[in-house]
């Protein structure tokens, strides 16, 4: 009989088996997936150089086309399963634009199996043969024990995935069928408009329905859909509204129910619908069943995910209340309402199991590494299991619709004067928070795995030059003269105002409220605050740089706004729609022009307020001027690959002679999950 043999690798206190498909640590086996091991192996086999990032591709995914943030996406995977960090790297190290080198000192060996007598198996001098039959025989039924064992262990343990979707594009929702096998979702494959699709596990080739461009919410065990019609097809800043309607998954015509709605369920008696709703800018509802309303939030805050129970008899959601962060609550017939959870990790959406005594979600502290969690009635949390991807619906069996993707943040933009667009992004996290006035550099933040756990801090040139970086943290904006960025350190309460040449930083309190956008006066001197305070919604403040208390300047609920070049005025969007407010106090006046969901992002030198209406393709930019309110187009933006597309936000000089935006991309896949419980 030939002999087999092994190559294996030791890299302390590791040992790698490719033969095995095994990741040793002190002989015991560290899980990877099966294409993180394999990034793992190749970076292993080629560590005397720089794997480079489309050799990477090539080699993992021979026959799809996919991005890069799958790579990176697969490496974090290994230098968590190793210990390992970007930043100070023992194993893997990421080589800036170009890939991946594994570092570390590795003893690299072939092995073999014991070699069997040259007798040919026959028994060794001395032992008689049956000795040797009840030796083999035993070892048999102890191999058998260990398999029965391991194969109950691994069910338990160890969850068996079947993917059901192929194209590529991004899964919006999923329920199952009431037949408890097919899975009805909606997707937007390469960039198109979400659409229906009807999937069953026999087969790769999901069918589209009959039906127009929709949401899929929820499905009644009739078979009747709950739709969500005129959802934007990005993400936008108040969440998706559209219109519920209801239509047999047979087809037909749907019939539209209510506007405004965001989220969607049955009741078990097929009939009821438990909903969430904006009543005017003012509030959010949960109604259950349509005109009931079992929790309000005012002003409009998030709720979402509503999921009635088998019996019908009460409705959880995830209500986020800030600083508490989202909470896990129950509204029961007949009684108040309760908070079974509370955390400050993120909650995705809620599924019952069939008892009606669980709610399954997905939660975690990054989005990177997600686990499936459950919470009983009586508030009591446990981890089902860790898997890479966030829970859709849950079937009476156990069985688990999952979507796994991956993300990926670009910048793309065009200098003064260009008319050709320049792809900006530096590693796979790229997110552009302000530009030079000249329009020649862009600040941007470094997110997801190259920006590690604390985020990184670049300046880059609109004309695709090196970015250098500048910090750790989180940017906010460039001073008028571009000498300085206004930062967010790790492990500081203040900011940082930090040079982006020559030059000492120097750190800035600011007192009493909690910034999420930060921008510079033209005067320098001072900045204009988007904040909240505790307590109360966001609005604008003017903080002087020589510290102090922040001044308000605009009411609540009006936290996004653009200075005039002067920094005399700043116009805003309210929940009463388009103003403009002096910065030194007085009456506000409208902005005349602004139409509803339009966001400002720029008041130019022009007088116009330029104004953008999230969630279409293309991303329209109107210039309104901000005497007359005249309108006009400025630009639309249309990336040439929308795949995946999520949200687009641009940002422009006030010359408007240049521009950049930030592109977020998720592409998705759906997943039956089984073996959890």
């Not at 509802?285 to 009931?292: F, V």
Request: proline share 8%.
């Amino acid at each position: 009989m030939a002999e087999q043999f092994q190559t294996v690798y030791e890299f302390a206190p590791f040992r790698l088996e490719p033969a095995r498909r095994r990741l040793l640590r002190d002989a015991e086996s560290i899980p990877l997936t099966p294409k993180a091991f394999d990034t793992l192996v190749l970076l292993v086999r080629h560590r005397d150089r720089v794997v480079e990032k489309d050799e990477a591709l090539k080699a993992l995914w021979p026959d799809a086309h996919v991005e890069e943030s799958s790579l990176a996406q697969n490496v974090f995977a290994v230098r968590k399963a190793l210990g390992d960090a970007p930043e100070g790297s023992q194993f893997v190290s990421t080589i800036p634009r170009r890939g991946y080198r594994f570092i570390a000192t590795v003893q690299e060996r072939v092995e073999g199996p014991a070699v069997m007598d040259p007798s040919e198996g026959r028994p060794a001098p001395g032992r008689p043969w049956w000795m040797l039959a009840l030796a083999v025989a035993a070892v048999a039924a102890l191999a058998v024990v260990a398999y029965l064992a391991g194969s109950r262990a691994a069910t338990r343990q160890e969850p068996s995935y079947q993917r059901l979707t192929f194209r590529r594009g991004m899964v919006r929702s999923a329920r199952f069928a009431p037949d408890g096998t097919s899975v009805v979702y909606s997707a937007s494959w390469e960039g198109a408009m979400p659409r229906v699709f009807l999937a069953r596990p026999e087969s790769p080739e999901s069918q589209s329905l009959d039906l127009p461009d929709a949401d899929v919410l929820s499905i009644s065990r009739r078979g009747e859909l709950a739709l969500l019609l005129g959802a934007p097809q990005l993400d936008v800043p108040l969440g998706k509204m559209g219109t519920l309607a209801r239509v047999p998954m047979t087809g037909g015509t749907p019939r539209p129910l209510l506007e405004q709605v965001q989220w969607a369920d049955w009741g078990p008696d097929g009939e009821s619908l438990a909903v969430v709703r904006n009543i005017g800018k003012t509030s959010r509802r949960l109604e259950y069943p349509i005109g009931t309303v079992l929790f309000e939030t005012v002003p409009a805050a998030c709720i979402s995910s509503p999921r009635v129970s088998p019996r019908g008899d009460s409705v959880a959601f995830v209500a986020c209340k800030e600083p508490d962060g989202p909470a896990i609550m129950l509204a029961e017939r007949g009684a108040p309402l309760r908070v079974l959870l509370r955390t400050r990790k993120w909650i995705g959406a809620l599924c019952w199991n069939a008892a009606g005594t669980e709610l399954w979600y997905t939660s975690g502290a990054t989005s990177l590494f997600p686990e499936l969690r459950a919470v009983s009635l009586n508030g009591k949390e446990r981890l089902v299991a860790r898997l890479p991807g966030t829970i859709e619906d849950l079937a009476p069996d156990g069985r688990v619709l999952l979507t796994r993707g991956t993300q990926f943040w670009g910048i793309r933009g065009a200098g003064p004067g260009e008319t050709e667009e320049h792809e900006l992004t530096w590693l796979e996290g790229s997110i552009a928070v302000d530009l030079s006035e000249d329009g020649r550099r862009v600040l941007f933040g470094e997110a997801l795995e190259g920006g590690g756990v604390n985020g990184r801090i670049y300046l880059r040139g609109t004309d695709g030059s090196p970015a250098v970086r500048l910090a750790e943290g989180f940017p906010g904006s460039l001073s008028p003269d571009g000498k300085w960025a206004i930062v967010r350190r790790p492990g500081l309460e203040s900011f940082t105002i930090l040079p982006t040449g020559p030059g000492e930083s120097r750190e800035l309190t600011i007192a009493g409220v909690t910034p999420y956008k930060v921008q510079w006066f033209p005067d320098g001197k001072r900045l204009l605050l988007s904040a909240d305070e505790a307590g109360r919604s966001g609005r604008l403040w003017v903080q002087d740089l020589q510290g102090g208390r922040p001044r308000p300047i605009t009411p609540e609920r009006t936290g996004v706004g653009v200075l005039s070049p002067d920094g005399r005025f700043v116009a805003t969007i309210g929940d009463d729609g388009h103003f403009v407010y002096p910065v030194d106090g007085g009456p506000r006046r409208a902005l005349a022009g602004a139409e509803a969901e339009e966001w400002p992002t720029q008041w130019g030198l022009d007088g116009g307020v330029y104004l953008v209406k999230e969630g279409s393709l293309p991303l329209r930019i109107v210039r309104v001027d901000a005497a007359t309110g005249a309108r006009r187009l400025w630009r639309e933006i249309l990336p040439s690959d929308r795949g995946g597309l999520v949200r687009i936000a641009p940002i422009l000089t006030r010359d408007s002679r240049a521009y950049v935006y930030t592109y977020q991309r998720y592409l998705s896949d759906l997943y039956l999950v089984g073996g959890l419980r």
